[in-house]
């Protein structure tokens, strides 16, 4: 008399229709109490056996049966839509993009299952020629995350994307700065523009785009202390950014900068255009009162940097920071002073200065932009 196999054991039978034999074992139950059954089926009794064999083991491991037919299409698509929680819509659909553009073109067809390194290690290198390294990490990174939310969700035992390194890409645009004649020269064509205020305070504090772009008047001060001792010159609070949560690109970004002259000049004339009743509000924004994204600071920028004689699809806001760190260096301060300002990490004086001390009013940059540039009083 056969005997009967014990409870989670599985079960084989021969399918008539089918003519295979098929093995079955509960994997689980859902929520609502239904039983969650998986089978493999083998043209032998041997063959079935084997593969419940397998099943059974992963069922003791714990491991959920992937099913067969889930692509990295579905995996990165599922990512997309349930695991970019909190995200701005500017990073996910920059995510979204990349993923349909690249991902899911070269790998979204393969069973997720039967994704080997050797793949991701072919699909890499193929876009390294192409893309930039920086462009290739986050790829990897995107696919890296997909595969890790399905083996949390038991859809794949392994996760072969942590495997691979990433390979060396194209080198991207890079970054430069204004030598002092063009750093004046476009202070001078901005003196008309809209956007005067917020490229001399990017271009003379070296405050990130997206730290100005979050900066409200409560957090400008432009009459300082005088009397006060030591005296307190007139300064701009970084403690915010537009990234997610608010918050500066680490902490050791968080910092309160001394204004140069020419600043306070720009700024109380931009205070003015823009009216009364500014407490809590943007420093700069839209005609509308509303943040500036990358793109409306971009636009602004191009027509001021062609005004100054230089080519406007050679420059962009960020190298306003760029050109602060040279025209410093190019002036003599150490580049400990430099980092300092800058909020960098890295330096022995950031390290310790940004940890028990965030609210220091840093004068080096003031005072040596005062010097390069010159004092210039006027409120235009």
Request: proline residues 4%; charged residues 25%; glycine residues 8%.
């Amino acid at each position: 008399m056969t005997k009967r196999r014990g409870r989670g054991e599985g079960g084989l039978h021969w399918d008539e229709a089918r003519q295979r034999w098929i093995a079955s074992v509960t994997a689980g139950y859902t929520p609502a109490g239904k039983r969650i059954v998986r089978k493999g089926s083998g043209k032998t009794k041997t063959e079935a056996r084997a593969k419940l064999r397998e099943k059974i083991r992963e069922y003791e491991d714990g491991l959920a049966i992937a099913t067969n037919s889930l692509t990295v299409a579905d995996a990165v698509t599922d990512w997309l839509t349930y695991g970019l929680t909190g995200t701005v819509d500017n990073t996910r659909d920059n995510y979204a993009v990349l993923a349909r553009t690249h991902i899911i073109s070269g790998l979204g067809a393969r069973k997720l299952r039967d994704l080997s390194a050797t793949d991701v290690d072919r699909w890499l290198a193929d876009k390294a020629r192409s893309l930039s390294t920086r462009t290739l990490r986050l790829l990897h990174s995107i696919l890296n995350r997909a595969i890790i939310r399905a083996m949390a969700r038991d859809k794949v035992k392994r996760n072969v994307v942590a495997l691979c390194h990433v390979p060396q890409g194209q080198q991207g645009r890079p970054s430069k700065s204004l030598t002092l004649d063009q750093a004046k020269a476009l202070l001078a064509a901005a003196a008309d523009s809209p956007m005067h205020a917020y490229i001399v305070v990017s271009l003379l504090t070296g405050a990130r785009t997206e730290e100005l772009r979050a900066l409200t008047w409560d957090r400008v001060d432009l009459d300082g202390k005088p009397d006060a001792q030591p005296p307190i010159p007139p300064s701009i609070e970084v403690w915010h950014s537009v990234r997610v949560g608010g918050d500066t690109k680490t902490r050791k970004s968080r910092r309160t900068l001394a204004l140069p002259v020419r600043c306070v000049a720009a700024l109380r004339h931009h205070r003015e255009r823009q009216g009364a009743g500014l407490d809590g509000r943007l420093v700069f924004a839209s005609a509308a009162g509303t943040e500036l994204d990358r793109h409306n600071v971009l636009r602004a920028f191009r027509p001021v940097v062609k005004q100054a004689g230089l080519h406007p699809d050679q420059w962009t806001p960020r190298e306003l920071r760029h050109s602060f760190v040279s025209l410093l260096s190019d002036s003599g301060m150490r580049v400990e002073d430099i980092a300092d300002l800058c909020g960098h990490s890295g330096t022995t004086v950031t390290e310790t200065v940004y940890r028990h001390q965030l609210r220091p009013v840093l004068l080096q940059g003031a005072v040596a932009m005062d010097e390069i540039f010159g004092v210039d009083h006027r409120e235009g």
